[in-house]
Structures are given as C-alpha cells and as structure tokens.
C-alpha cells in the first residue's frame, strides 16, 4: 500500500456541494491507508495545477481530528 493523497481544494467543493457520499470515499479509504500503516498526505492545488503538500497525518487520532473538521459543518 502507499501514501493517499487529498488534495483540499477538493474536499472543500465537496463540502460546498455537501456531497457526502464522495466525501466519506474519500475519508475511508484515507483511515484504510493509515490502519495499514502508511500516510494521508494533504496538498493544495494552485492555479497553474501544481500541488503544494502542507500536512502528513499518519495516526489515527489525527486522521480522526482531521476529519471531524471537515464534516462538521455538514
């Protein structure tokens, strides 16, 4: 398995739009790649298409922080 990569700019259109159902794809595939032991690496994406990485999480319990943060207005 290798590192997943979120690329924010998507999950605050997902967030604008309140799909949930691509979000928690998105979230649970995110918490597999940490259960076995690899990183969620977060990168925003600039106007020219270049993704800037600015986070790594790689334990649970800031996975699970992460993530509460972005559902919690939904």
């Known amino acids: 398995m ?3 990569l979120i690329v924010v700019n ?3 259109d997902l967030q604008a739009t309140k799909d949930l159902v691509e979000l928690e794809l998105i979230f649970d595939k995110a918490k597999r ?3 076995g ?3 969620v690496i977060l ?3 600039n106007s020219k298409g270049k993704q800037e990485r600015f986070n790594t999480i790689s334990s649970e ?3 699970e922080e992460y993530r509460k943060q972005v559902f ?3």
């Open 2 to 4: 290798e590192d997943f």
């Open 10 to 12: 998507r999950i605050e």
């Open 33 to 35: 790649t940490i259960v």
């Open 37 to 39: 032991g690899m990183s």
């Open 43 to 45: 990168v925003r994406e």
């Open 61 to 63: 319990i800031d996975f």
């Open 72 to 74: 919690r207005y939904l």
